[in-house]
C-alpha cells in the first residue's frame, strides 16, 4: 500500500512539471518579440537582464519564505506571479510593459526554484527512499520534458488557428491553474513552517545565515558555481539559436497548404518538440551513467563538449543539419548534468536550508544571466560568429580550470 502511495505522489511530482512547461508561448517568445514587435538582441537581452535582476533580488527571501513559512505557500505565491505576467504579455504594447512582463515572470522564477525540488526530497527523506535521488529527479524532470514536447506540439495546432500569437500567453493561464490545485493535493506536511507568523528581524537574519552557510561551507560553495555557471551560459545562449535555424529554412516551404509565415510557425513548434523529446529520454537515464562513471568526471567533460560545439557552430552557421545537431546536443547535455547537479547539491546541503541554498543557486544563475545577457546580445547584433567562438573558448577554458583543480579529488562512484 505505501508503495503505491509513493508512486502515486512521485507520479504528482511528475505532472507538477509536466503542467508547469506547458508555457505555449515558450517557442514562439523570440518570435514574438523580435519578428512581431520589432525589438533587437540588445534589448531582448535588456528584458532577460530585468528577469534576472528580479530573480537575483528575490531568490534567497523565497527560499527563506519557502523553508520557515511552507513551500506548498510559496508555490501558491509564484503561481499568481506566473498568471499576472502571462496578462502582461498579451496586453504589451510598449517596451516598458515587456519590462514588467519580464520582472513578474522573474518574480514567478525566483518564488518557484528550488522549492519543488526541495519538496521532492523532504518526501523521500521523510519516507526513507533517499537513495532514489536522481533516479526520482530524473523521472520527474523527464515528465517536465515530455510536458515541454506536448507543448511545443499543441502549440503549432494554436499559433496556426488562433488570430495571434500573443493569444498563447492567455492560454497557458490554464494549466497553470490545474498545477495551482495539483500543488493543494500535496500532503500537508509538506508545508510544514518553522514560524507561523512573519518577523521581519527574524526573515532578515534567516536570510543572512542561509547565505552564510552557501558560501561558507567550500563543498556546497563550489557546487553552486558550477551549476549556476553552466546553467546560466545555457539558458543565455540557448535563444540565439533558434532565429539561426529560422534563418536557415525562411525560404523552404514544406507544408504548402500554409503560408511561409505559418511554416515558419510550424518549424518551431516541431524543433522545440523533438529538442524536449531527447531531453526527456536523456533525463530520465541519466541516472545510468553515475552507476558507470564518476559524477564530477561527467560534469567537467560536459564542458569540454559544450565549449567545443560552440565552436564548430562558429563556423557552420549556414548548415541547417549542424546548427540543429549543436542545438540538440546543448539540451541533451544541459539534461544530462542537471538531475547530477540537485543530486549533488542536495547531497551536501543540510535538509533544514535545501530550498534556500537551490534558491541561491537559481539566484547566481539569474545574476550572470543578468550581467552577460546584454553584452552576448550587443556581440549577436554585431556578430553571431564572434560570440559563440568566444563563448566556445570560455567554456573550454572552464573545463581546463576544473581539470587542473578537480583533477585527483572527485568523488568515487557508488558501489552496490
Known amino acids: 500500500m505505501k508503495e503505491k502511495e509513493h508512486k ?3 507520479f504528482k511530482f511528475g505532472m507538477y512539471g509536466f ?9 514562439y517568445l523570440l518570435y514574438y518579440l523580435i519578428i512581431l514587435n520589432g525589438l533587437s538582441f540588445l534589448q531582448v537581452g535588456l528584458l532577460y537582464s530585468v528577469r534576472g535582476v528580479i530573480i537575483y533580488i528575490f531568490e534567497i527571501p523565497s527560499g527563506v519564505i519557502a523553508d520557515r513559512y511552507g513551500k506548498k505557500t510559496e508555490l501558491y505565491i509564484c503561481f499568481a506571479f506566473y498568471i499576472l505576467s502571462f496578462l502582461m504579455f498579451f496586453f504589451a504594447t510598449d517596451y516598458w ?3 514588467v512582463a519580464m520582472g513578474l515572470f522573474g518574480l514567478g522564477e525566483a518564488f518557484r526554484s528550488g522549492t519543488h525540488k526541495a519538496m521532492i526530497m523532504q518526501y523521500l527523506d521523510e519516507n526513507q527512499i533517499g537513495d532514489s535521488k536522481i533516479k526520482v529527479y530524473g523521472k520527474t524532470r523527464s515528465m517536465s520534458l515530455i510536458g515541454s514536447m506536448v507543448m511545443s506540439l499543441v502549440s503549432v495546432v494554436f499559433v496556426i488557428y488562433l488570430p495571434d500569437v500573443r493569444y498563447l500567453f492567455l ?3 490554464i494549466p497553470f491553474i490545474l498545477d495551482l490545485l495539483l ?3 500535496y500532503p500537508k506536511y509538506m508545508n510544514k513552517a518553522e514560524s507561523v507568523s512573519f518577523n521581519f528581524k527574524e526573515f532578515i ?3 543572512y545565515f542561509s547565505i552564510k552557510y552557501a558560501f561558507t561551507d567550500k563543498k556546497v560553495r563550489s557546487l553552486l558555481i558550477e551549476s549556476s555557471s553552466y546553467q546560466g551560459g545555457h539558458d543565455t545562449l540557448k535563444d540565439y539559436i533558434q532565429p539561426i535555424i529560422l534563418a536557415i529554412s525562411g525560404s523552404v516551404v514544406i507544408f504548402s497548404m500554409f503560408s511561409l509565415e505559418d511554416n ?3 518549424y518551431v513548434g516541431l524543433i522545440y518538440a523533438f529538442i524536449y523529446l531527447i531531453s526527456s529520454i536523456t533525463s530520465r537515464n541519466a541516472h545510468k551513467l553515475v552507476d558507470k562513471f564518476n559524477e564530477r568526471r561527467i560534469l567537467n567533460i560536459t564542458w569540454l563538449i559544450s565549449g567545443t560545439i560552440m565552436l564548430i557552430l562558429s563556423f557552420f552557421l549556414n548548415n541547417l543539419i549542424i546548427v540543429f545537431l549543436v542545438f540538440v546536443l546543448f539540451y541533451v547535455i544541459l539534461n544530462i548534468r542537471r538531475p547530477l547537479m540537485v543530486h549533488l547539491v542536495g547531497e551536501a546541503t543540510d535538509k533544514t536550508k535545501r530550498a534556500s541554498v ?4 537559481s539566484q547566481m544563475k539569474s545574476i550572470l544571466v543578468a550581467i552577460f545577457a546584454p553584452i552576448i546580445g550587443l556581440i549577436a547584433d554585431y556578430s553571431l560568429k564572434a560570440m559563440f567562438i568566444i563563448v566556445g573558448i570560455v567554456m573550454i577554458i572552464f573545463f581546463i580550470y576544473k581539470f587542473i583543480f578537480n583533477n585527483g579529488t572527485e568523488s568515487k562512484p557508488k558501489t552496490e
Open 171 to 173: 492560454i497557458s493561464i
Open 183 to 185: 500543488i493543494m493535493s
Open 19 to 27: 503542467l508547469k512547461n506547458l508555457m505555449f508561448f515558450e517557442p
Open 97 to 99: 510593459m515587456f519590462i
Open 205 to 207: 537574519r534567516e536570510n
Open 8 to 10: 502515486f505522489q512521485i
Open 358 to 361: 537551490l534558491s541561491i543557486e
Open 264 to 266: 515558419l510557425k510550424i
